[in-house]
Structures are given as C-alpha cells and as structure tokens.
C-alpha cells in the first residue's frame, strides 16, 4: 500500500485547509484511510477517517476534537481521501499523517497501533 498526502500550510485562526490522500495498493473490501495529528511532544491524534465493509458506501468517522470544523470524503474520480478543515485554530497546529490499513475492524480506526501503511506527514500550523 502506498499513500500520496498533499495540502497543509500556514493559515491564520479562523481559515481553512485542505489535506488530501491517495491510497494505491488496497486489495480488500474493508479497510480505513484516515488521518491521525501529531504536535510536538505529544502523542499521535486520530483526527478522522473514511471505513469502507464489504462493498457498501464509506463511512465517516470524525474526532470530537475536530467535529463540527472537519469534513472527511472521497473524491471517486481521483480516488483520493479529502481532509477539509475549517475555522482552524492555532491547537490544530501539528503534523498531519495519512494512514490506511486493509482488514482493519472498526473499533481500532482510532488507534495509530493499527495502521502498517503510513504517507509522509504534512505540516499544518495556524497562526493566532
């Protein structure tokens, strides 16, 4: 499996950012691509994810950290996995990682241990 993340930047509090992730390389009918956050000196956060079982339409899961600022979707056309975050606020700031994993059963979407397949992080900070 490889993963392809784009977007990040700097932005002031209150703008909107946008991550995207291609994942290639998936070879099953149940599996997540999700977006974890890792400030420095703290754990990685799971931020959101897209669950996809047995052929049905994906399912978004959104943190309660981020719920009501953060969309998850899919783009189907370039099958990628979009990440929009609005009203960002400077505790948004961190490295944001795209992770997918095949066979991944529901309860462990949240938890970074699950995931083998990691993209390179993209850096978002937002300025106060």
């Known amino acids: 499996v490889q993963l392809q993340a784009s977007g990040g930047g700097l932005v002031q509090a209150g703008g909107s950012l946008r991550l995207s992730c291609a994942p290639s390389?998936?070879?099953?009918?149940?599996?997540?691509v999700s977006w974890f956050r890792q400030a420095p000196g703290k754990e990685r956060e799971f931020v959101s994810a897209?669950?996809?079982?047995?052929?049905?339409?994906?399912?978004?899961i959104i943190a309660d950290s981020v719920k009501g600022r953060f969309t998850i979707s899919r783009d189907r056309a370039k099958n990628t996995v979009i990440l929009q975050m609005n009203n960002l606020e400077p505790a948004d700031t961190a490295v944001y990682y795209c992770?997918?994993?095949?066979?991944?059963?529901?309860?462990?979407?949240?938890?970074?241990?699950?995931?083998?397949?990691w993209g390179q992080g993209t850096q978002v900070t937002v300025s106060s």
């Open positions: 390389g998936i070879a099953s009918n149940r599996y997540a």
């Open positions: 897209m669950f996809w079982s047995g052929g049905s339409g994906g399912r978004q």
């Open positions: 992770a997918a994993q095949a066979g991944i059963i529901y309860s462990s979407i949240s938890n970074a241990g699950a995931y083998a397949n």
